[in-house]
């Protein structure tokens, strides 16, 4: 979620400054408004909003039940030589057996599923929305003749956002909604957790490099830090024709 706050932050931006070419300086404050310190609690809030949204799905839906403490009793016995009365998970089993050993639907599964990718989508499509928008007000911006400054740093904000949109999608949605889907037409995923743990370590530190990156005023003091200094070599001067000579 904190991508959603990220992109539409971007997206006001880049309305302000559209705005601000085509009405006086003086008559106008744009969007930066919506930047004020009375709006901080509402960016500051999108992040919160979504774990707690995550966290309620989890809580109402996909907490062990004795279904699902049967069905992997035996694969976490196997794999990790622990009893399920000492380990703690959380999950869901679309198709448990029933005390006849028949598959029936658990629909509390569905529910928790259908919970996880909803959250998804609407993060995802917020994204989306402000990655074109931005777009849209990019090119609009270029084609009027800004200055070269003002091209410069609109280009590289927007190639900041795009990138920062596809390292999420690479990273999290796509691995997540196989890690989801897949169960349902009962493939076995299990090889995707090793991959999809590492990635998910991993991508705390991947997501601020766009910005390192693609930002010349964070880019440019970085390179020169990692710069090699350049080592003098010795010199040697000739003797001044004042020299004393003893």
Known sequence: MNHVALSLDLLLFHQNDFTSNTQSKTSRQGRVKYFNKKYLVFWFTIPLLGGAAWYAVTECCLTPDQLGIEYIRATVKESFSIEMENAEYTGCVFYPLDTDGKQFINWRSFMGYTGYLSIMAVAFLIISFAGCKSCYLVSNLLDQGESEFSKNLQ????????????????????????????????????????????????????????????????????????????????????????????
């Open 155 to 246: 280009m590289q904000l927007y190639k900041a956002l795009v990138a920062q949109t596809v390292i999420p999608v690479v990273l999290l949605f796509i691995p997540f909604g196989l890690l989801f889907t897949l169960p349902i037409f009962e493939i076995n995923c299990q090889f995707l957790a090793t991959i999809i743990t590492l990635i998910f370590a991993i991508y705390p530190a991947v997501d601020p490099l766009p910005i390192l990156y693609f930002v010349e005023y964070y880019r440019i003091p970085i390179l020169e830090v990692f710069k090699k200094p350049h080592c003098s070599g010795s010199q040697v001067y000739p003797a001044s024709n004042n020299s004393v000579e003893n």
